[in-house]
């Protein structure tokens, strides 16, 4: 399955150092042509973007972006780029084909990237066409990458997050997070919300009726509880949903959905 990516590179003997203090997971630790998940976030600690960051090499890195974050996460770099020895680069565009299980590297392949859903990598290419010939992979539709992304209960960034939206509301610090590094920026609101308190909101699935479509309030006997973020049509579950939700919508309870006559059930993720 393809789809479109942004590149930014980070170049020289600070860049380490740069986005070990910017980015929520650890830089430092990253090997040579090891790749992580990683977050930009705000000095509040609200989710701006996220990227899969690439070690190219000691003093090298590749930022790989969904294309609509790409302008915000060059500016926030040029914000706290002081007088670090480093050259900033990009965005560039490129192809990204997400493929099941391990993939082979090399041409056409330019980097290999852990993958959004579970059990997946990324490929980022020059032409998706050409790379898909190349690799003998029989290309699907993208709507079966989206259905395996809401069946994972995997929040997109700008889509199931708004601009307001924590780390923990959003279940992104198991997979995005190192609480063993130093401080970035926001690091102050995760760690607190990880280790002194909770946050009001989670992401939740939901089992719907029906069909519906992203942005369906949620509510309960009148009261707002969120909006569907993400919605699909499972073969294997039906109609589900994502929805970011106030902490009283347990696993378990019945909700409303605009636009639906029927409750909608909400349910720990992923779907099972």
Partial sequence: MRARAALIWVEGPDAKGFLQGLLSNDMAGLAAGAACHALVLDAKGHVLAD???HRDGPHAFTLVVDPPQA???VALLER????EDLDLLGPEPADLLTVAGAAPGGEPVDLLLPG???ETVDLVVADAGAALAALGLAEAPPEALETLRVEAGVPLVGVDTGPTTLVQEAGLETTAVSF????YLGQETVARAQYRGRVNRHLRGLRLPAPVAGGAAVTREGRALGQVTSAVVSPDHGPIGLAILRREA???DAVEVKGLDAPARVVELPFT
């Fill in 180 to 183: 063993s590094k130093g401080c």
């Fill in 71 to 73: 302008d915000e996460v």
């Fill in 51 to 53: 990227l899969r960051a």
């Fill in 116 to 118: 959004r859903v579970p």
């Fill in 250 to 252: 347990a696993p378990g």
């Fill in 80 to 83: 706290y780029h002081f007088s």
